[in-house]
């Protein structure tokens, strides 16, 4: 028997789902973008230490102390580092055994970085090389290469040296020093500025020998002038009280007495403009011939016809 047929509620509304919450949503998608911001994060790192790795190959330092300076170099050139050495005196390291290392031994380092080897040097003592002269630039290696390093450098001004020449060392050239001993030098920065001295109204000569007194080099320069007499400076260059390099050389002008009075002007000669090619016509003085004051020759008439009479003119009949 089939059961009775029940009649569907009636709702005087249409019945529609309840709204979801919205603290509920703004919580799911704020874990969506923390865990997509996790994600990149990841793999950025993850990028970055692979690409590190790939451009800079590391390798481990070898343990050198205790060995020969040449079987240390060697265990440091095989793993792919540069070798530095450093002579040092140690009387309790036998000489040429490395007793010190940087970076220490297991340091992870970049292959081709150098390795600094601190060598005993033992008791052994070195004498000081000659540095007076010598440029700083150089000093170092020098000193390097003696088993020396260098200590404190200082500058002072000298007038007889270039700019980083070596004035003074200590130790003093030929001393016995212990291996690893630092040498002190004093560099030159060149020579001072110093005044010009006032030589304006002097001779040449008095002059030039005052400026070398002052270690400067003078330049004679001859002038005219009306007001100082012949042989004595007119003024300098640069002027006297002003400054000037130690050694340099001034200029110094020198009276030659006054300048020669303008020569005397005259008429300038007309010529008459002539065209190219052509000779100017030569023009010469017309001349003038005297007079001639001779009498007026009178020839007599002739005579006249026989028989008579007045000559009959020609054509002209009686």
């Known amino acids: 028997m089939a059961p009775p047929e029940r009649d569907a509620p009636i709702y005087d509304e249409e019945y529609l789902p309840p709204p979801s919450h919205p603290l509920r949503l703004l919580v799911a998608l704020g874990a969506l973008a923390a ?43 095989d793993a792919g580092f540069v070798i530095r050495v450093v002579p040092l005196r140690n009387v309790d390291v036998p000489a040429g055994e490395v007793f010190r290392q940087s970076p220490p031994a297991g ?74 001993t630092v040498v ?11 005044l010009v001295p ?7 000569a008095e002059a030039v020998q005052i400026l070398a007194s002052a270690g400067f080099n003078a330049a004679p320069v001859q002038r005219y002038s009306s007001y100082v007499p012949v042989g004595d400076v007119i003024s300098t260059e ?10 340099s050389t001034i200029t110094v002008y020198v009276s030659r007495g006054r300048a020669p009075a303008p020569p005397t002007t005259r008429p300038p000669t007309t010529t008459p403009p002539t065209t190219e090619g052509e000779t100017p016509p030569t023009t010469r003085p017309p001349t003038t011939q005297p007079p001639t004051t001779q009498p007026p020759t009178t020839q007599p008439p002739p005579p006249p016809p026989d028989g008579g009479g007045d000559a009959a003119e020609p054509g002209t009949e009686g």
Do not use: M
Not at 184 to 194: A, I, L, Q, T
């Open 35 to 77: 865990a997509t911001v996790a994600c990149l994060v990841w793999f950025t790192g993850t990028a970055g230490l692979a690409g590190s790795t790939a451009t800079e190959d590391l390798a481990a330092v070898p343990e050198v102390i205790g060995l020969s300076e040449a079987e240390a170099s060697t265990a440091i050139d």
């Open 107 to 180: 340091t992870k380092a970049p292959v081709g970085s150098p390795v600094e080897l601190v060598v005993s040097a033992g008791d052994e003592f070195v004498l000081v090389p000659q540095l007076y002269g010598s440029l700083e630039s150089d000093l170092a290696q020098t000193l390097f290469f003696r088993g020396l390093g260098l200590g404190e450098v200082t500058y002072r001004q000298d007038p007889t040296t270039q700019p980083g020449e070596v004035l003074e060392q200590d130790p003093l050239p030929g001393t016995e020093v212990a291996a690893g």
């Open 184 to 194: 002190n030098v004093v560099v030159s920065e060149g020579p001072p500025d110093v």
């Open 198 to 204: 006032d030589v304006d109204g002097l001779s040449q």
């Open 238 to 247: 640069p002027r006297a009280g002003r400054e000037a390099p130690y050694g």
